[in-house]
């Protein structure tokens, strides 16, 4: 059994080596972007939301009922404009629907707080999770290149 809850934003530690495996999953993914990935740090990537009060960000944990974290998503909205800025869930626990509820408790709370416009931004060259976004309503709309 799968069990999800919210934290608030002072116990997002909790997520860490999580979030590690997803960032190293994307370090090893990328074909030349990998130093983009390397460089980022836990700490500071999740400073970012600090800006964010309690009603403006949510953060949900899939644990099994050891309380072994399985995987977990932070989103955040501006006035209507949301956008789930973190998912992953573990290798050994994909493909149970633990990623897609994730997904849709989120959707449900960006809605419930009048966004509008809810965009995703996801690797190039993560076809899998392309495809499970699809899988959720989102299109493509715009695609950023850059320079190596």
């Known amino acids: 059994m799968v069990d999800y809850r919210d934290i608030p934003f002072n116990e997002v530690s909790i997520i860490k080596d999580v979030w590690e495996r997803n960032r190293k999953f994307h ?3 990328s074909k030349f972007f990998k130093h983009l990935y390397s460089d980022i740090v836990f ?3 999740i400073n970012g939301f ?3 009060d309690q009603d403006h960000i949510k953060i949900t944990l899939a644990e099994d009922d050891e309380e072994r974290l399985l995987g977990y998503c932070i989103s ?3 006035g209507d404009k949301g956008e789930p800025q973190t998912l992953h869930v573990i290798e050994e626990a994909r493909g149970r629907g633990i990623g897609k509820e994730l997904m849709n408790r989120h959707m449900e709370w960006l809605k419930g707080n009048g966004c509008k416009t809810i965009t995703i931004t996801v ?3 993560n076809y899998n ?3 499970f976004y699809q899988s959720m309503g989102f299109r493509p709309n715009t695609m ?3 320079l190596k």
């Open 43 to 45: 700490e500071e990537r």
């Open 50 to 52: 600090s800006s964010f």
């Open 76 to 78: 955040t909205f501006e």
């Open 123 to 125: 690797s190039y060259e």
């Open 129 to 131: 999770t392309i495809e």
């Open 144 to 146: 950023e290149m850059r």
């Open 27 to 29: 370090e090893e993914l």
